[in-house]
C-alpha cells in the first residue's frame, strides 16, 4: 500500500500503459481519476475494474488537445477527490508522419496531444500540488526520444519535447517538492500495436524488431512500464527529479 491515501489523475488512462498504472496505482492504496480521451464508457471500465477490486476509482474525459477540456478535467477530479497527489500523463498517439506525404492536421494531431496535452496537464495541476505541499509527475516519454524512427520523425519531435519538458519543469518544480520524471518505454505491448505482435502480414516487421533487440524481448509488458511508475511515484523514488527512465530492452544500446 505504498500510495494509501494518495489521489492520481491519469490521462490516457482508459488503455494500455496508462490502464495498467491505473491498476497497479489502485492495488497500492491510490484513489485514481481515470481520464480517457473521450469514451466515457471506456474509462469508467478501468474505473469499473479497480472498484471491483475493492479501489476506489472515477471516470473523466478530456480531450488534452483542448486547454479549457484540460482545465476542467483537473477542476472536477479536485472536486471529486479533494487532492491531487499524482498526475501521470499518459495520454499520447503513435501515427506516421512521412516527409512529403504529411498534412497539417497530421502534424497537428501529435504535437498537441503528446506535448500540449502534457504541458497544459501540468500547468494545471503543479498550483493544486504547490498549495498542498507537493506531488508527483510522471511524463510517458520513449525510447524514440532519444533515437530516431523512420518515417516517424514527428513522433520522435514530441517524445524528444517531453524529455526536455519533463527536465527543464524538474528544475522549476523541485523546489516546491514536486518531483517530475519521465519513462521513456521501447516496444511495450498494448492494444496500439496487437496487429503487428499477432497478424502474419506484419512478421517481416515483427522479426526485424526482435533482430534489433538485445535482450530477446521484442514487447515489455505494459506492467513493466506500471512497476516504474510506482517507482518513481512512491517514497522509493524520492531522489529522482528530472530522471528519463530508459526501459528499452536494450534497443538504444546501439549495433
Known amino acids: 500500500m505504498r500510495l494509501e491515501g494518495k489521489t492520481a489523475l491519469i490521462t490516457g488512462g482508459s488503455s494500455g500503459i496508462g490502464e495498467a498504472i491505473a491498476l497497479r ?11 480517457g480521451n473521450a469514451n466515457l464508457a471506456k474509462a469508467q471500465g478501468v474505473a469499473d475494474r479497480i472498484e471491483a477490486a475493492g479501489g476506489q476509482a472515477q471516470a473523466f474525459v ?31 498517439i503513435f501515427e506516421p508522419t512521412p516527409i512529403g506525404e504529411t498534412a497539417e492536421a ?3 494531431a501529435t504535437m498537441d496531444i503528446n506535448v500540449k496535452g ?15 505541499g507537493g506531488g508527483k509527475i510522471v511524463n510517458l516519454s520513449s525510447v524514440t526520444g532519444v533515437m530516431g524512427f523512420k518515417t516517424f520523425s514527428v513522433y520522435c519531435a514530441s517524445k524528444a519535447a517531453i524529455n526536455y519538458l519533463t527536465r527543464a519543469l524538474a528544475l522549476e518544480l523541485s523546489p516546491h517538492n514536486i518531483a517530475v520524471n519521465a519513462i521513456l518505454p521501447g516496444n511495450t505491448a498494448t492494444p496500439m500495436n496487437v496487429k503487428i505482435r499477432t497478424e502474419p502480414e506484419f512478421k517481416e516487421m515483427l522479426d526485424g524488431m526482435a533482430a534489433v533487440t538485445p535482450s530477446t524481448r ?9 512497476s516504474a511508475a510506482l517507482f518513481l511515484c512512491s517514497d522509493d523514488g524520492r531522489a ?7 526501459l528499452d530492452e536494450g534497443i538504444s544500446c546501439g549495433l
Open 218 to 226: 521484442t514487447y515489455s509488458d505494459a506492467d513493466d512500464m506500471a
Open 25 to 35: 496505482f489502485a492495488a497500492e492504496g491510490a484513489r485514481i481519476a481515470v481520464a
Open 118 to 132: 502534457t504541458f497544459f496537464a501540468i500547468n494545471e495541476v503543479a498550483p493544486v500540488m504547490i498549495a498542498q
Open 106 to 108: 497530421e502534424y497537428d
Open 62 to 92: 478530456a480531450d488534452v488537445r483542448d486547454v479549457s477540456a484540460v482545465k476542467l478535467l483537473v477542476a472536477d477530479v479536485k472536486a471529486a477527490f479533494g487532492r491531487i497527489d499524482i498526475l501521470v500523463n499518459s495520454a499520447g
Open 240 to 246: 529522482a527529479h528530472g530522471s528519463l527512465m530508459l
